[in-house]
């Protein structure tokens, strides 16, 4: 099987079929044992989720695991050659010193194309549908598929300048995703940090600005030691309502749809990045909702995952249903979704250590309720929320935007990358000196 991508659409005519290995080298350089490093910088497959790195991993050389073999450089692209389908890759455009990649990686260098446009182009939909096909239909537990499929693709090329448009088009969508990634990181650091000043450290404002413990505020005799004077134990269910969630039966078709009622997974949340929800991967239909125990949950509500695993949490922008996965809190106004997000983000821990179960641990409707919490006076939450609120709104616009350009790239991409649409540039048609694939080659048509 080779792949034709983009719905078997003919190239321009001056565009050139060619091996991927005639135009880069596919796990080029591997660390041994007589390198002399002393500390690596490790990407683990599991690290690379929406195109990005979620966290490097440091280690003594001797130390690493032992798939922590491929050596990564500038402009290098990381693809997963297991489970091809959960998209675990990036493109590295500054390397940090001695980056190791696992071997559970296929680590491109582009050499005689241009790196964003190759990028792309490996990593647009119909190639990741093309590698899991070929995954899917190896005998391994882990669909997974050898490197070599990569070198022997067949890829069509344009001209190395509208190459070089086109990668450089793909790269400032995502660059302003990025962008977007690290506002947000910025927001949310700066919120866990303002409630753990006030409701771990107890620096909240006094009645004269100045932060309660720092200067003097009164405490009181707690069953979780000295709490601020009028603060109160309680429960989670004196933050809001618990609500659980319900799954239409999968034997009636008519119950789903691709859009009516949102309702949400634990595996939504676990695909997304975002503080915010608005629907998962599939709705249900309002006969799915009328013949199950599905309950409407309001905008405002924090979902939180319940079971495998407990702790994925996020805040609905709009009605949403769950399934039973979730045991979601609906706060009380005076309350608010934010004060409750962050809460249950601080306190996950103490919530899982009250699950059970053999198989997997999950929380129950009725122990969530009993969940002990801390509740400050009324005065203290509205100042929290004055504040959090609009940093929640920042944050819900770049998520939003992001989502936009998301589809913008997703929609260009395969138009860009089989000539549907062209850039404009300066036509220079002359053909690079570049092997010409063997005509043998099949075709693949997806």
Request: hydrophobic letters at 35%; one cysteine or more; charged letters at 25%.
């Given at each position: ?334 309350v608010g979704s934010e004060f409750v997000y962050y809460l249950l983000k601080s306190n996950v821990e103490t919530i899982e250590s009250r699950a059970s179960g053999s198989t997997f641990k999950e929380i129950s409707g009725a122990e969530m309720k009993r969940v002990p919490v801390l509740i400050p006076t009324e005065d203290v939450l509205a100042k929290f929320n ?61």
């Amino acid at each position: 099987m080779s792949f034709e991508p983009f719905n078997g659409m003919t190239p321009p005519n001056e565009w050139k079929a060619r091996l991927v290995k005639d135009i880069a080298v596919v796990n080029e350089r591997s660390i041994k044992k007589s390198d002399r490093i002393d500390t690596i910088q490790y990407i683990d497959i599991a690290a690379v989720n929406h195109r990005n790195i979620d966290q490097l991993q440091t280690f003594k050389l001797n130390d690493a695991p032992s798939r922590a073999r491929r050596i990564v450089q500038d402009n290098d692209i990381l693809i997963s050659t297991v489970r091809p389908n959960l998209k675990h890759y990036t493109m590295i455009r500054k390397a940090e010193p001695d980056m190791i990649a696992s071997t559970g990686f296929a680590v491109i260098s582009p050499k005689r194309v241009h790196p964003d446009f190759l990028y792309y182009y490996l990593t647009s939909d119909s190639y990741t549908r093309y590698l899991t096909q070929i995954a899917e239909g190896q005998t391994s537990a882990y669909p997974a598929f050898n490197s070599d499929i990569i070198e022997n693709t067949v890829i069509y090329l344009p001209p190395e300048n509208e190459q070089c448009e086109i990668g450089e088009m793909l790269a400032s969508v995502d660059k302003k995703i990025e962008l977007n990634n690290a506002i947000n990181k910025n927001l949310e650091e700066m919120a866990q940090a303002l409630f753990k000043r006030w409701f771990v450290d107890f620096e909240f404002p006094n009645e004269n600005g100045e932060p309660y413990k720092s200067s003097g505020g009164e405490f009181e005799e707690s069953e979780l030691g000295l709490i601020p004077k009028n603060w109160k134990l309680g429960t989670i269910s004196d933050l809001g309502e618990v609500a659980g969630g319900a799954t239409p039966s999968k034997k009636n078709e008519d119950f789903y749809t691709a859009r009516g009622i949102p309702w949400i997974t634990p595996k939504d949340l676990s695909k997304i990045n975002n503080k915010y929800i608005s629907r998962g991967e599939i709705d249900i239909t309002q006969k799915g909702f009328s013949n199950s125990s599905v309950k409407l949950l309001p905008k405002g509500t924090v979902l939180f995952s319940s079971r495998a695993p407990i702790g994925y949490i996020a805040i609905a922008k709009n009605e949403v249903t769950t399934n039973q996965g979730f045991k979601s809190v609906i706060p009380f106004k005076h309350v608010g979704s934010e004060f409750v997000y962050y809460l249950l983000k601080s306190n996950v821990e103490t919530i899982e250590s009250r699950a059970s179960g053999s198989t997997f641990k999950e929380i129950s409707g009725a122990e969530m309720k009993r969940v002990p919490v801390l509740i400050p006076t009324e005065d203290v939450l509205a100042k929290f929320n004055d504040i959090v609120e609009p940093i929640g709104r920042l944050t819900q616009k770049c998520e939003e935007e992001n989502e936009d350009l998301t589809q913008l790239r997703d929609t260009l991409l395969p138009k860009l990358m089989s000539g549907e649409i062209r850039v404009p540039v300066e036509r220079d048609n002359s053909a690079t000196d570049l092997p010409k694939v063997a005509e043998s080659n099949a075709i693949y048509q997806p």
